[in-house]
């Protein structure tokens, strides 16, 4: 399996490429806004995208969602988001941004392993920035969407954000067992020892 990353849109969302390069299939964690890049991305590889995987429901990260899957990609929210695919919960209204609403492949909850393209996606919910939030692990890597940063966490002032939560769910990643690399929704990569040692939040109470 092999790791691609491309950062895109206005609020530079970082869209990952998880390949299988026996097969050339690809899951995608976060499809962002700029639908060509993507492509371009996926046809410079020479792969193809099999599934996108939503960290949450925001129209940053989930903007060319339904692009994807009227390209044959199977869309993959968790069960708590996966109403905010349709309506406001999305926040492009508020943004002033292009939405096109869908309905999800498929849902999940925490603790939920996801075998794709052959690459295991271990779900670990962390609600906080919205309700529905969720990370995943995969082997040495941990893709913490908007919820963990670089030095920081996520927001907390959207619809269905909640402050309390985001902090649990922070301690809930520090919790975590041995090291990790962290790659988030937005910014640099950074490292789960980096972050318990001097991530703001890290004795938050």
């Given amino acids: 399996?092999?790791?691609?990353?491309?950062?895109?849109?206005?609020?530079?969302?970082?869209?990952?490429?998880?390949v299988?390069?026996?097969?050339?299939?690809?899951v995608v964690i976060d499809g962002g806004e700029n639908y060509k890049k993507?492509?371009?991305?996926?046809?410079?590889?020479?792969?193809?995208?099999?599934?996108?995987?939503?960290?949450?429901?925001?129209?940053?990260?989930?903007?060319?969602?339904?692009?994807?899957?009227?390209?044959?990609?199977?869309?993959?929210?968790?069960?708590?988001d996966e109403n905010k695919l349709r309506g406001d919960g999305n926040l492009s209204c508020r943004f002033g941004r292009k939405f096109d609403e869908l309905t999800a492949d498929g849902t999940f909850t925490d603790g939920e392993?996801?075998?794709?393209?052959?690459?295991?996606?271990?779900?670990?919910?962390?609600?906080?920035?919205t309700d529905g939030s969720v990370c995943f692990l995969v082997g040495d890597m941990l893709f913490t969407g908007d919820t963990l940063f670089l030095g920081s966490v996520g927001r907390t002032d959207f619809p269905t954000g909640n402050r309390a939560d985001l902090i649990n769910s922070?301690?809930?990643?520090?919790a975590l067992e041995?090291?990790?690399?962290?790659?988030?929704?937005?910014?640099?990569?950074?490292?789960?020892?980096h972050e318990r040692k001097y991530n703001v939040f890290a004795d938050y109470d």
């Fill in 1 to 18: 399996m092999k790791l691609y990353h491309l950062s895109s849109g206005p609020l530079r969302v970082n869209t990952y490429f998880l």
């Fill in 170 to 174: 922070v301690k809930k990643l520090f």
């Fill in 113 to 129: 392993k996801l075998n794709l393209a052959g690459i295991t996606f271990e779900v670990i919910a962390t609600p906080g920035h």
């Fill in 20 to 26: 299988n390069e026996q097969t050339k299939q690809a």
């Fill in 178 to 193: 041995g090291d990790y690399t962290v790659y988030p929704g937005h910014e640099e990569f950074t490292t789960l020892s």
């Fill in 38 to 80: 993507v492509k371009q991305v996926e046809e410079q590889l020479g792969i193809k995208i099999e599934y996108l995987l939503l960290t949450h429901s925001h129209f940053d990260h989930a903007g060319n969602a339904k692009k994807l899957q009227d390209d044959g990609a199977k869309v993959y929210v968790s069960a708590v």
